[in-house]
Nanobody, 117 residues
Framework: QVHVVESGGGSVQPGGSLRLSCTAS????????MGWYRQAPGKERELVAS???????TYGDSVKGRFTISMDLGKNTMYLQMTNLKSEDTGVYYC???????????WGQGTQVTIST
């Protein structure tokens, strides 16, 4: 079992920045990839960004050029640096960790991000 904890959410004005963190309890050798997903009210959960342990990164189209994902395997931690935030970035951000021999997915409880004036 992998315990996943997100932190760093909050409320900022448009154009502001936030940094999210996600820490997994699993030993680093078994982590295959980590990713951030978000869900806005009334919408389906969508991929924001993901990173594989070989540093391959994928971004959703709406965040390219504004968000940066990174991973510190030594700390079992993933980060999402969000800049130039827009109102449409508002939502609950969830961390997903893919780990283990059969690549199970483990989700955190989510952290709220609100962009408003």
């Amino acid at each position: 079992q992998v315990h996943v904890v997100e932190s760093g959410g909050g409320s900022v004005q448009p154009g502001g920045s936030l940094r999210l963190s996600c820490t997994a309890s699993k030993n680093t050798f078994s982590i295959h990839s980590m990713g951030w997903y978000r869900q806005a009210p009334g919408k389906e959960r969508e991929l924001v960004a993901s990173i594989i342990r070989d540093d391959t990164r994928t971004y959703g189209d709406s965040v390219k050029g504004r968000f940066t994902i990174s991973m510190d395997l030594g700390k079992n931690t993933m980060y999402l640096q969000m800049t130039n935030l827009k109102s449409e970035d508002t939502g609950v951000y969830y961390c997903k960790v893919r780990a283990g021999a059969i690549l199970n997915d483990y989700w955190g409880q989510g952290t709220q991000v609100t962009i408003s004036t």
